[in-house]
């Protein structure tokens, strides 16, 4: 594979995945590529011992992103890569996960090479690939699901995405970017025929402290979200593979639960009309 991965090479782009948030899932050439940076444009959630492996020279920019609020534009972005990249610099442009999976990796090559100059993509460890790793979750199994998809939970709205056919038996589903839509999520497979005892788990913090994995059926996704406080980052995964993970139930605890209540009011219910 032709590389520009050259100390003597200057004025260029390095895309880098920098995988789910774990330094240790970096890639070799991923370090590489940050030994060489003069310039790091980085993504909001990549962590410091990442951002550390560049030189401690390397100048550092956040283009941090959230739901809320973007620092600068895409367009933005793109302009300030290639502006640097035109002074000589190496701009390694660093992004969580995977930049050509839900990483606008592909619209800032494009750009790039609009202007002519030369650029590279190393590519990094999904988010999905290693939240599933850690949570022991197989998104692919020859007795479950043979086949998996990725979506993006608010890419361009809901109502703009065709999901017929991406989630049901045999088949699996992760879902990028969908906690604060997790409710209409759920309605939106239901109603494209999954059925709502279908299993569902979602990983928060995948490989980073604090991670959580934990699962329940479609129907009560956006419950759970809502009563487990989940954040982002997470991904949702569907499917029948959920249950060979090691995602904790919660339904199953939250039934328990109302078990005990009942059984407690059977005991005390008596006794108190007695009185």
């Given amino acids: 594979m032709a590389t520009l991965l050259d100390p003597n090479a200057r004025g260029r782009v390095i895309l880098v995945g920098a995988g789910p948030g774990d330094p240790g899932l970096l890639t070799v050439r991923a370090?590489?590529?940050?030994?060489?940076?003069?310039?790091?444009?980085?993504?909001?959630?990549?962590?410091?011992?990442?951002?550390?492996?560049?030189?401690?020279?390397?100048?550092?920019i956040s283009v941090a992103k959230s739901r809320a609020r973007h620092t600068l534009p895409q367009e933005a972005i793109n302009a300030l890569i290639v502006a640097h990249v035109k002074t000589g610099a190496i701009v390694v442009r660093l992004k969580g996960g995977d930049p050509f999976i839900f990483g606008r990796g592909g619209e800032e090559v494009e750009a790039v090479r609009a202007a002519g100059l030369p650029v590279e993509v190393i590519p990094g460890v999904s988010a999905a690939l290693g939240c599933a790793a850690e949570a022991m979750l197989p998104l692919t199994h020859r007795d479950h699901s043979s086949a998996v998809s990725f979506v993006a939970g608010q890419c361009k709205g809901l109502s703009d995405q065709d999901w017929s056919g991406l989630a049901g038996q045999g088949r699996t589903l992760v879902i990028y970017m969908g906690v604060a839509t997790a409710t209409d999520i759920a309605d939106k497979l239901m109603a494209d025929g999954v059925a709502p005892d279908m299993p569902v788990a979602v990983l928060e913090r995948g490989t980073l402290a604090g991670s959580r994995a934990i699962r329940t059926l479609l129907a009560d996704l956006g419950p759970m979200v809502t009563r487990e406080a989940v954040r982002s980052p997470a991904i949702?995964?569907?499917?029948?593979?959920?249950?060979?993970?090691?995602?904790?139930?919660?339904?199953?605890?939250?039934?328990?639960?109302?078990?005990?209540?009942?059984?407690?009011?059977?005991?005390?219910?008596?006794a108190e009309a007695a009185a």
């Fill in 31 to 60: 370090v590489a590529a940050l030994e060489s940076a003069d310039i790091v444009v980085h993504d909001g959630l990549i962590d410091a011992r990442v951002l550390d492996i560049a030189p401690p020279s390397a100048q550092r």
């Fill in 236 to 270: 949702i995964v569907v499917g029948e593979v959920v249950e060979l993970s090691d995602a904790e139930d919660k339904l199953a605890r939250w039934a328990r639960i109302a078990a005990v209540a009942h059984e407690g009011d059977t005991v005390t219910g008596p």
